[in-house]
């Protein structure tokens, strides 16, 4: 697995021998990016079950100023990654939280993202759990994105939360949904 664009396009990431992992896909990765190219320059992104931290990487590698790692398990790996990279630690944040208590942690710390990446394990029951975490959230800026990768399966079981939210931009690759999700505008008439 390689990082797929921008000052860091070509070079491969450490990738741990664990089965429990499971990369998005260079070509997947690299669609995602060619969608958001115009606004990541100079955005905070929040990387939630980053695994290896391509997203975030990804992301550094396109000129965004500052990535906070969301992982429970494989942290070294990322570390290794952007140490390989030879990134800035001040553009790096690594929280080994499960990402419940990162939600709760980020809006102690005050941290909001421009753009948030979540791409948790297919068919475990954790697409539910984030939406309604991340709907009650304040960690994204008005008009910030999430970018989720879905398994078909979750996205049917979803579809009833996911009309909670505005879908900018919706691809299928095989069995995966890529979204580009912004939350919806309250409107206030009070």
Known sequence: ???????????????????????????????????IRSVIYDSTVI?????TGAFG???????????????????????RNVKKLKIEEDKIRILNLDFTHAFEILEKLGLKADIIFSDPPYNKGYIKKFLKLFS????????????????KNEYKENEEILKNFEIIKEKKYGDIYILIICKKEVQNYG
């Open 1 to 35: 697995m390689k990082i797929s664009s921008g000052i860091f396009s070509g070079q491969k990431l450490f990738m741990p021998t664990s089965k429990n992992l499971r990369p998005t896909l260079t070509k997947i990765r690299q669609a995602i990016f060619n969608m």
């Open 47 to 51: 990387d939630f079950f980053a695994g």
């Open 57 to 79: 990487l990804e992301a550094l590698s396109n000129g965004a100023k500052k990535v906070i790692f969301i992982e429970k398990k494989s942290k070294d790996i990322i570390y």
């Open 136 to 151: 009650i959230s304040d960690i994204l800026i008005k008009k910030g994105l999430l970018i989720m990768e879905i398994h």
